[in-house]
């Protein structure tokens, strides 16, 4: 079946210092979709991409379709603390509609 | 207005015992899901609802899972007897129609099989 692979996964990072990840897929995508999972707490979206070609920003983060429209880029310009957590893409699943599968994760933390 | 309310926050039972978890979407809320979370792994799917009817349930393990959605709100999904590879956190996440992207997610019940 289809598997979202990310990297890194995980890093640490110095406050101010800007974060790129990616996610890669065995399937070309139309659809990406970024969310963020804090401790304790269910996944959060932060980015969805429909476009390929574009760069989609949501305040100091940018997500982006890779040049084979199999992978996808997260960028979070200048980290602060509560950046902090694991960062999830998710893709839909050839097998369903509007059912989307999640990748591996990116473990973030920053160091003040 | 209120998210998506899951409860208990925390379960631990034996191996072979049963365990149930609720959910209550963000209301006006049609399309419902269960996903499980296993520790250091992305979220996945178990089971989707359209109102109370299944649209998707081909990655739930028949033999121990189940869940239903009366009256198309709430939800439970429960698991008879537990493994102890059910060990994880349980998320429900709920949108508006189904072919809308933008789920919300609850805050998950993680459960511990001992």
């Known amino acids: 079946g289809q598997q979202l692979n990310q990297s890194p996964q995980s890093m640490f990072i110095q406050e101010g210092e800007d974060v790129s990840m990616n996610c890669t897929s065995s399937?070309?995508?139309?659809?990406w979709l970024w969310y963020k999972q804090e401790p304790g707490e269910g996944p959060v979206l932060l980015i969805a991409?429909?476009?390929?070609?574009e760069l989609t920003s949501n305040g100091r983060l940018t997500a982006q379709f890779g040049i084979t429209r199999k992978d996808s880029f997260l960028n979070i310009s200048a980290s602060i603390p509560s950046d902090v957590g694991i960062y999830f893409c998710?893709?839909?699943?050839?097998?369903?509609?509007?059912?989307?599968?999640f990748g591996t994760g990116t473990r973030l933390k920053v160091l003040a | 207005e209120a998210g998506v309310a899951q409860s208990p926050r925390y379960k631990i039972i034996e191996k072979r015992q049963s365990v149930a978890f609720w959910c209550n979407p963000i209301?006006?809320?049609?399309?419902l899901y269960w996903y499980q979370q296993i520790l250091g792994q992305g979220p996945k799917l178990l089971i989707q609802?359209?109102?109370?009817?299944?649209?998707?349930d081909s990655q739930l393990p028949k033999d121990r899972f189940s869940a239903e959605r009366l009256k198309g709100v709430d939800s439970t999904l429960k698991i008879q007897p537990a493994k102890l590879e059910d060990s994880a956190v349980y998320l429900c996440?709920?949108?508006?129609?189904?072919?809308?992207?933008?789920?919300?997610f609850g805050p998950g019940t993680r459960l511990t099989v001992t």
């Open positions: 996440a709920s949108t508006t129609i189904a072919g809308t992207y933008e789920q919300y």
């Open positions: 399937s070309i995508f139309n659809t």
């Open positions: 991409l429909y476009k390929a070609g």
């Open positions: 998710a893709g839909p699943d050839w097998g369903g509609t509007y059912k989307y599968i």
């Open positions: 209301s006006g809320h049609a399309t």
């Open positions: 609802f359209q109102n109370n009817g299944v649209v998707d």
